[in-house]
Every structure is written in structure tokens, then in C-alpha cells.
């Protein structure tokens, strides 16, 4: 069953921890690491925070992928962010990222293929970069629920180079949805 469909509009790595991740002109993804030369890549988890609760866990967020709509919404509230500054490796355009299910596959490129494992839960490093930006990516819906805009993970199924104008094809699991929450 096939889904949504869009368009890569950047690709962004860093080798070193920081927040934010310079764009680039291609990027490779790494079976079951997620992209190469990442400081993010690996098996187990490389975030600084999960690391410290518990090194051994499975990497669930190998690469980190964001709806460039997003950067349009915070700039209505005087925010400007430009793609690879909130640290994820792939920006998008055209797809519902935030809409996907757990276990949707995205085929990005020729090659590259992705498994939805769900949302970034977004940290306060957001407001360090600027000042009030994080309320403007976590908030709460009518009903009370968090509701978290700052991203999905993803682990890599399918190796391969990506880049700026690749398309993007959401390949929905079968079965029930479930819904994306925080990894």
C-alpha cells in the first residue's frame, strides 16, 4: 500500500555533537546505522541522554528527518530557521511527515529506504539555539495531548546516497496504524 509522496529539499551531517548539522550535497545512508559520518550512527543508541540512561539500546533514531513546512509556521512567529539547524539529517517538503505510522517505510532516492520508528521528542538545546523556540515546536492540542512537530525518526532498511530533489515515497504498513510517539 502505498501513501504519501515528496521531495528531499536538503540533506545535513555532522561528525562532532552539536546542535545544529551543516547541509551537504549528498548524504549516505548505512544499513542499519543510519548515515555515514554521523555522530549519530550506530547500532546502539549515540544521543548523549540515552546514552547515559542505558548505552546498550537499540538505535531507533539513526536518521532524523523534518518537514521543512515547519520552518515556514515558526516564521510566522518571528523564528528563522533554516534546514540542518535543528540537527536533523534530512528536510522535506510535500509530506505529512507527522502523520505516518509507526512501521511506514519511506523510499527516498533511487535507493535509500527508511522505517518510521516515531516522533523527536524535542529537548530544551531547542531554546538554547533560540530563545522561545521550543514551545513553538512541542505544544498541546484541544484535548490536553502533547503534541511534538519537531521531527521523526527513522532506522535505515536500505543503503544508499540521497539528496536535494530526490523524491520521497511513504509505503504504509499493513494491518492496524499505530500512531507515532516519542523515541
Known sequence: MSGARGTVTAVSS????SFTKPNRESITLLPGLGVA???????????RSRVAQDPTQPNLRQVHLIHGE?????AEQGFDVAPG?????????????LSLP???????GPEAV??????????LQIDGFQSGLLKQV??????????RKAG???????GGEIRPGDTILADLPTGPHRPLDRV
Open 85 to 97: 539547524q535543528l540537527g536533523e539529517n534530512v528536510t522535506t517538503e510535500g509530506i505529512d511527515l
Open 152 to 158: 521523526i525518526m527513522s532506522v535505515v532498511r536500505s
Open 37 to 47: 559520518g554521523d555522530v549519530h550512527a550506530g547500532v546502539t543508541v549515540k544521543h
Open 14 to 17: 555532522n561528525g562532532e555533537y
Open 70 to 74: 515547519l520552518f515556514d509556521e515558526v
Open 114 to 123: 527508511v522505517e518510521v520508528t516515531g516522533l523527536r521528542n524535542p529537548c
Open 102 to 108: 509507526v512501521g511506514t517505510l519511506l523510499r527516498i
Open 138 to 147: 512541542v505544544g498541546r492540542d484541544d484535548d490536553g495531548n502533547i503534541v
